[in-house]
């Protein structure tokens, strides 16, 4: 059964392959809420609710939220705008269309439910953009 340390390694390891480095558009991933990222963009990954539901089947799922937060330095400008939407469609493209991923992320879960994705910006000292995708991961445990 996956767990929610498990889950959060294979998004981080999906996204870090995918998403980061050389000719890619995040410059960090982190499997935890950095307050003071340096590069940008960035991701975290964190975990954010649970639900469980028992069956009458002898299995018990457990449905695990985990928010990706993507961030990008706010220059108020469209060229931030325009990375915000770029990431947003890498993320998509190379990422989430892939039935590996959408479906299981690469066979760790049962099944990943819908993906809500919502833009944020934050105001203060280091004005922030970016993108929260919410992912909900569904586990199995067969009951004895």
């Known amino acids: ?11 981080k390891s999906l996204i870090e ?5 050389a000719g890619n558009p995040l410059k960090e991933v982190f499997d935890y809420i950095e307050t003071s990222p340096q590069l940008f963009p960035c991701a975290m990954i964190v975990p954010f609710g649970a639900s469980n539901l028992n069956r009458l089947d002898c299995r018990d799922e457990l449905v695990m939220g985990f928010l ?3 961030v990008l330095n706010d220059k108020n400008n469209q060229a931030t705008e ?3 939407i770029s990431v947003l469609d890498e993320f998509v493209d190379n990422l989430w269309t892939l039935a590996n991923v959408r479906d299981t992320l690469d066979g760790e879960v ?8 919502t833009p944020f910006s934050t105001q203060g000292e280091q004005p922030l953009v970016g993108i929260d995708f919410l992912i909900q991961a569904t586990t199995i445990k067969v009951l004895t």
């Open 110 to 117: 049962e099944k990943v439910g819908d993906i809500e994705i």
């Open 17 to 21: 392959t995918t998403l980061e480095g």
């Open 1 to 11: 059964m996956a767990t929610f340390a498990s889950t959060r390694a294979k998004l």
């Open 68 to 70: 990706i937060r993507v």
């Open 82 to 84: 325009d990375l915000r």
